[in-house]
């Protein structure tokens, strides 16, 4: 079965950067919406950004102005660009994608991630 595999996550002071990246572990034959949700400790899972295949983008209030959200077609990637990160940034970030798997095949299948961690912290 196919997953996606996230890289990117650390620890970093307040004010850093980081840089996500997403990507299907298999072969798969389109993506249509890819974006990255978190969830902090004690919270719901909260949308931060998705990107759809046509490249419309929507962020969470919270992240506007410090974060962007890209996609590489060609690699099945995409990105999300984390800067001035504050505290409340702290959280696992998902990554999610729609997945398609043959031409034939008019359905997307909603894939999600292991998480991976972001910490913001002095």
């Known amino acids: 079965q196919v997953q996606l595999v996230e890289s990117g996550g650390g620890l970093v002071q307040p004010g850093g950067s980081l840089r996500l990246s997403c990507a299907p572990s298999g072969t798969i034959f389109s993506i249509n919406d890819m974006g990255w949700y978190r969830q902090a400790p004690g919270k719901q899972r909260e949308l931060v950004a998705l990107?759809?295949?046509?490249?419309?983008?929507d962020f969470a209030d919270s992240v506007k102005g410090r974060f962007t959200i890209s996609r590489d077609n060609a690699k099945n990637t995409v990105y999300l660009q984390m800067n001035s990160l504050k505290p409340e940034d702290t959280a696992v970030y998902f990554c999610?994608?729609?997945?398609?798997?043959?031409?034939?095949?008019?359905?997307?299948?909603?894939?999600w991630g292991q998480g991976t961690q972001v910490t913001v912290s002095s």
């Open positions: 990107i759809s295949s046509g490249g419309n983008t």
């Open positions: 999610y994608a729609d997945l398609k798997y043959t031409s034939y095949s008019r359905t997307y299948y909603a894939h």
